[in-house]
């Protein structure tokens, strides 16, 4: 019997805590959770995000569904559809942001789509001090992008608008009171440097307060970044339960064939565990 | 700088085989690797397969080139096209196979197509003594079959180098030739193509085997995954591990594939 999250002790949660910060994901499988308990384990890490967006069940609002299933009506029960997702993290668009770490857990499967996950603070510890020095001077600038991540305008039409734009985006939405934070973050667990190379949501970079060529330094990133050895995948199988930080890491996903696929997803801090 | 396997002494290169033999795949990023230098890094390891069909180079006859790309007549290039793959390893029906090492080598991408590859040796090892004594006494029936692991049309030559095979007879669960100290039996499982089983002396429901067996061996436990940049080297064991792959998105996608044994370096 493979062990269950839900009984994990204390310690062995914490231990689940640093794996997850130190390699930047962990994967459990066989996992039997159900809503209420995904939510559980999630609050058991931290604060979760909870918005009741058309995403979100009602009564565990902190669930988001990953699907492209849609209901009797035709209208879309999740998020993120069918198709390829671009790299992106929770919280890619923002410059502040506290829940730090994803869940997914596998309700229905399809074995023909992958999850990419590369590891962005490898990444930077490889780069030589030049870089790492030049890039600790850079700022960039985020901002929401229609279709960034996927196409939301080929299912949003005048007569059916796409769920999606009921979702709170922005500064103002969030409350932000910057317009732009480092390109090169230090972890406030473990203190280790990572790129935030929030690849679809750039709009702007800064060096030394000086505006750059944010496109040239997009495609510099994206080679260094982007490399095999930095990356792991993963295609779901019922019951596996997934977790990534998203300052360590960022993540994207291959188009889906089994329109049927679902996963929940749940988004928080670490603020329950004592490091 | 990422480490090149073309420098690897023979030591390493056999602590690399023992790791694989074990139904770990194991893998190189960022490889520099010509045909000719990739064939002599798989003649280090072993006897490599040579059958100068179409999708083998005239040149260097090893390479299996993997990809869905077609010449200018529409004449394919390479084997394996670009729908899914089903869990296979290879040499499936033969009926002695040997080159059980595979390398597959990536020279275009595809970021949207995965392989995935299932140990079938810590499957068996993690059973109870009374089903894996079970197990021990079944024999099977492999054979070749179409619009399984993947569909070809008639006439197509990588149907006929495929359906050549007479198929075998061999025990479902067996031990690998190359691993010692270590628990070395494996199930031989390529679902697809088993026509047939016995238990012991009597025959018995094949489609219930494969049931059975598919819930006991295809976890997310077993399985790894990757997505092959170019340059990335992946080597596998064909008797401890299966592979699949998702449909490819790139038409462009290449492999080079070469497939051998462990005779010169054990």
Same mark, same amino acid.
């Given at each position: 019997m493979t062990s269950q999250i839900l009984n994990y002790k204390e310690g062995r949660l914490q231990n689940l805590a640093h794996q997850i910060i130190r390699d930047g994901y962990a994967i459990l499988h066989d996992q039997e959770l159900s809503q209420q308990e995904l939510v559980e384990v999630s609050n058991r890490f931290g604060h979760c995000e909870s918005y009741g967006y058309f995403?979100?069940?009602?009564?565990?609002?902190?669930i988001s569904i990953v699907s492209d299933q849609k209901d009797?009506?035709?209208?879309?029960?999740?998020?993120?559809?069918?198709t390829e997702l671009q790299w992106h993290a929770n919280?890619?668009?923002?410059?502040?942001?506290?829940?730090?770490c994803v869940s997914l857990y596998c309700v229905v499967e399809c074995v023909d789509t992958v999850l990419s996950i590369c590891n962005q603070c490898d990444a930077f510890a490889e780069l030589s001090n030049l870089d790492k020095e030049r890039y600790r001077s850079i700022d960039i600038q985020l901002d929401h992008k229609k279709d960034?991540?996927?196409?939301i305008s080929e299912h949003d039409l005048p007569d059916s608008p796409a769920p999606e734009n009921e979702m709170g985006t922005g500064a103002d939405f969030y409350k932000e009171d910057v317009d732009r934070r480092p390109l090169v973050g230090k972890h406030p667990i473990d203190d280790r440097e990572y790129l935030y190379f929030m690849v679809p949501f750039i709009v702007g970079a800064f060096q030394n307060g000086e505006r750059i060529n944010h496109e040239a330094l997009y495609d510099e990133l994206w080679e260094k970044l982007f490399r095999s050895k930095y990356m792991v995948h993963h295609v779901f199988r019922k019951g596996d339960l997934l977790l990534m930080d998203q300052l360590h890491t960022i993540h994207r996903r291959s188009p889906i064939y089994n329109k049927e696929r679902m996963l929940w997803r749940t988004a928080f801090d670490y603020s329950n565990i004592e490091f | 700088m990422t480490i090149q396997?073309?420098?690897?002494s023979d030591y390493e290169l056999k602590q690399i085989a023992r790791k694989i033999q074990l139904g770990n795949p194991v893998l190189f990023f960022e490889q520099d690797l010509t045909e000719a230098n990739y064939i002599k890094l798989m003649k280090r390891f072993g006897e490599c397969e040579h059958p100068? &069909?179409? +999708?083998?180079?005239?040149?260097?006859?090893e390479i299996f080139i993997v990809t869905g790309k077609k010449d200018?007549?529409? /004449?394919? &290039?390479? +084997?394996?096209?670009?729908t899914e793959l089903g869990w296979h390893s290879n040499g499936?029906?033969?009926?002695?196979?040997? /080159?059980i090492l595979i390398g597959l080598y990536c020279v275009e991408e595809d970021e949207n197509t995965a392989l995935s590859i299932c140990n079938t040796a810590r499957p068996f090892q993690d059973l109870d003594d009374k089903l894996k004594d079970y197990y021990r006494d079944i024999t099977i029936k492999i054979k070749f079959k179409n619009d399984t692991i993947y569909h070809l049309e008639e006439g197509d030559p990588e149907l006929e180098f495929m359906s050549a095979s007479k198929g075998s007879i061999r025990k479902l669960v067996d031990r690998?030739?190359?691993?010692?100290?270590?628990?070395s039996e494996y199930f031989y499982f390529?679902?697809?193509?088993?026509e047939k089983a016995w238990y012991k002396k009597k025959k018995i429901d094949v489609n219930k085997l494969i049931k059975d067996l598919k819930e006991i061996i295809f976890r997310s436990k077993y399985i790894k995954h990757h997505i092959f940049h170019k340059g990335d080297l992946l080597l596998i064991d064909q008797f401890t591990s299966l592979h699949r792959r998702t449909p490819?998105?790139?038409?462009?996608r290449l492999m080079w594939r070469i497939a051998c044994d462990y005779r010169n370096i054990i």
């Open positions: 995403m979100n069940p009602k009564d565990t609002p902190e009797e009506n035709g209208k879309a029960i999740g998020m993120f559809g069918d919280g890619s668009a923002r410059h502040l942001f506290d829940e730090i960034a991540i996927y196409k | 396997i073309l420098n690897s100068n &069909l179409f +999708m083998n180079p005239v040149n260097h006859p200018k007549h529409g /004449k394919k &290039l390479g +084997m394996f096209g670009e499936n029906s033969r009926h002695n196979v040997d /080159k690998h030739p190359h691993i010692i100290q270590q628990p390529p679902y697809h193509f088993i490819v998105y790139n038409n462009k």
